[in-house]
């Protein structure tokens, strides 16, 4: 397993970078990353039934499509996003979060702070969600990957994915909404996004 530690905090090249390493390397890989202010879409949404695109218009946020399927999501540098890459010999069966984010919930434990596996694919903490998953799979290769919002701004978090006032019918998967909290208010012993990242990756 080779680990990646990403600095580029380009949302274009980020989405990219994982699309790359998972069609066209032969390695599995656990990869660690940011992105400046950007709105992520799941590969089966419509934009125009999950984005404010007049609050992302006017702050200059983008909307990326992501290759998984699942909710969308509001990512900037208050929030760390993982990916795990890995080869199956039947992968189409082993797509399982729980089993995914069981060290997550481990490593938050070792902070003081009881995250819960809920839902298809969250993690909450008392209830308000702090990460979610999805997953994609290529061939003989699944990837996984997910967000942990650590100190984002839940403000711009709201307004960016804030559904529009529009009755719009289609056959898109709808997010699902849910109350969110950062990682940092739930810790005792305070610190910074470096040092937390810095935990995470050892």
């Known amino acids: 397993m080779i680990f990646i530690y990403q600095p580029e905090t380009d949302p274009f090249f980020n989405i990219a970078a994982e699309d790359f390493l998972l069609k066209n390397s032969p390695d599995d890989f656990i990869m660690l990353w940011q992105n400046k202010p950007s709105v992520i879409i799941g590969k089966h949404q419509n934009t125009f039934a999950e984005v404010n695109l007049d609050f992302v218009n006017k702050n200059n946020i983008p909307v ?24 199956e010999n039947n992968p ?11 060290p997550l919930i481990l490593f938050l434990k070792s902070l003081g702070i009881e995250a819960a596996f809920e839902s298809k694919n969250n993690l909450k903490v008392n209830g308000k969600k702090i990460s979610g998953n999805s997953a994609h799979v290529k061939k003989d290769k699944i990837m996984h990957h997910g967000t942990l919002l650590f100190n984002t701004n839940l403000r711009n978090l709201e307004n960016s994915i804030k559904p529009p006032k529009t009755n719009i019918t289609d056959k898109a998967v709808k997010s699902v909404r849910a109350t969110v909290t950062n990682i ?19």
Do not use: A
């Not at 990326?64 to 080869?87: A, K």
């Not at 208010?185 to 050892?202: A, G, N, S, T, V």
């Open 64 to 87: 990326i499509r992501r290759m998984s399927g699942g909710g969308t999501v509001y990512h900037d540098l208050g929030n760390i996003n993982f990916t795990m890459i890995t080869s």
């Open 184 to 202: 940092s208010k739930e810790l005792d012993d305070k610190m910074p996004i470096e040092k937390f990242r810095f935990e995470l990756q050892r």
């Open 92 to 102: 189409e069966k082993l797509i399982d979060f729980r089993k995914f984010t069981e």
